[in-house]
């Protein structure tokens, strides 16, 4: 666990408390072709894709690797917040996301910081690809001590579709195949993968895997036939 994230988030200053104020994150780094405006409801406003005390070293040594990357604009950080955004601008055409009043974005669901799904993604719009650093929490136990298959099936689902979504349009899973190779220890740092493949039609088709952050193990590969298909017109 962390002391403090000022020394460890490179470049970047933030406040030793809990709850670090990395504004010099959020003003740089963020996807600017698309807009996401999130529920303007405070309590699910905070942006969860920043470093918090929950985050270990290796989760911080690879987002700082990554906001190194974001510096020439090739990577962009995608911010993330508890409820999902609620209007989407796609291509200048703006989406109004209808969602129940006291919902919750799955993914961040967990209140607190660190026992469910902690994760920042990066999106390479230029090479079609969407990284999320991804480290599982206490409460994604499947196997004692290790990750639940579904929790994994979340974070791909998640992080291919984004990549879908950033790079095609409004999509939904159509089909998602996993090879579970390697169990991943709660509390680990992976680097999930995803990379656009192809468009047909409607059709988006996605790969992906999840790999340790030393990416000596395969966790899980998504195939070629991992599916998302866009909304109709
Ligand atoms: C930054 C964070 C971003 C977060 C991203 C969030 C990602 C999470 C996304 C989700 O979790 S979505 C929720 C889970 N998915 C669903 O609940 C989807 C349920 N299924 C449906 O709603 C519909 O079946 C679907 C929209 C997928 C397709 O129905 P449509 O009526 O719009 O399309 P249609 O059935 O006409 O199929 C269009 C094409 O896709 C093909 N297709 C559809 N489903 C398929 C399938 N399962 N396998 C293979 N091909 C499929 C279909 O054959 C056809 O191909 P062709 O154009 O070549 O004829």
Known sequence: MLRSCTQLVKGLTCRPSARCRLDAVRS??????????????????TDCALPNDSWSPDMLEQFNKFMEMTRDGTWKRLPSY?????KVTLGGKEYVLKRAPN????????????LGFEYVM???????????LFQPGIY??????????????????STLGGCAFY????????????????????GSVVLVESKLDRVEGRKVFMTGHIRSADGQTLHAEATGKSLFVLSQP
């Open 122 to 132: 990066f999106l390479n719009q230029a090479q079609k690809r969407l990284v999320c």
């Open 103 to 114: 919902s919750r974005f799955f993914m961040r669901s967990i209140d607190k910081e660190g």
């Open 167 to 186: 790079m095609a349009g409004r999509i939904m899973t159509g089909n998602l195949n996993i090879n579970y190779k390697s169990p991943i220890p709660l």
């Open 82 to 86: 508890r409820k999902f955004m609620e």
């Open 140 to 157: 994604l136990e499947g196997p004692p001590g290790f990750a639940h298959g579904g929790s994994t099936a979340a974070i791909l689902d």
């Open 28 to 45: 740089r780094g963020v996807v600017d072709r698309i807009s996401l405006v999130p529920f303007s409801n405070a309590s699910v406003t």
